[in-house]
């Protein structure tokens, strides 16, 4: 292995959604290269499961439970990992939940502030609780996931894509903040991506989610890539973002997504 396969070697980090889907591919590449990863899920099922993964590769990974719209729980989360690790070097705020696909005159209010709160006020939470240790670090970083509907508009996505366009622009604000305090904010937009986000929506029915899957499918076909990501290839933009490679980027929206937000659609594929 090359020195890029280790660029996380003695550092922690936290992860958190880490349990499933982007984040759980986010978990295992940086603990892959050598960090010790905290993922913070509210799913204690995969959560464990993906602990144990972590583990083979670096035991002191660790599953903690958290619900990242609550402060109490973000506090808690932070504290326990600086009790047995004392450092946090990587943030990466992956938590995130879709929301109901309905047009802003049929979304419930509760269902709004859901939305915001997991995946705005999350950021907003962790990154504010996680402060202090990313300052003691010698090279602290933030990589938020963003998305391609917090930067072009898409149906039936009102919260949602408030929630992604406010992260981004948090991530802007934060890099413009920190970057004099010595951390760095960068965020990864992608596009569509092949994992069962879909198909864990407590509000779908299984033949709902596959017939919203074989949408993206074919939307994705429309695209300048032809395909959905493997969360693999998000992973890889994140631990690019979080590592010392990426030492002069700041306030970065990196779109890993297949070239779909470079693309003004003309209801074909470019050929
Ligand atoms: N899948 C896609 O196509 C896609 C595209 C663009 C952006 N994203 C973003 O990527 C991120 C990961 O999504 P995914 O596709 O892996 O979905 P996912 O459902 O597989 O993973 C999301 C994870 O976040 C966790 N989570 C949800 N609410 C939480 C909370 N309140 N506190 C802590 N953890 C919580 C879930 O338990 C899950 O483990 C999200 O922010 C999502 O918006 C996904």
Redesign the pocket.
Known sequence: MGDRARRFAGRVAVV??????????IALRLAGEGATVAI????AG??VETERDLRAMTPGSRFIP?????AE?VQAMIAAVMAEHERIDVLV??????GPLVPVDQLADEAWDRVI???LR?VFLCTKYALPALLAAPRGAIVN?????GMVGAPNTPA?AAS?GGVIALTRQLAVDLGPRGIRVNAV??????????Q?RTRMTPEAAAANFAA?EAAAALQPLGR??D?AE?AAAVAFLASDEASFMTGAVAPV?GGCTAFFNLGHRPE
């Open positions: 958190t959604g880490g349990a499933t889907g982007i984040g759980r591919a913070a899920d509210v799913n995969f959560g958290c619900d990242v719209s609550r729980d705020n992956d938590a995130g939940i879709p709160g997991v995946n999350g996931i963003a998305s391609t509907f949602y992604k937009s992608p596009g569509y991506v092949d994992n069962d986000m879909d864990r993206r959905q990501a969360v998000i997504d």
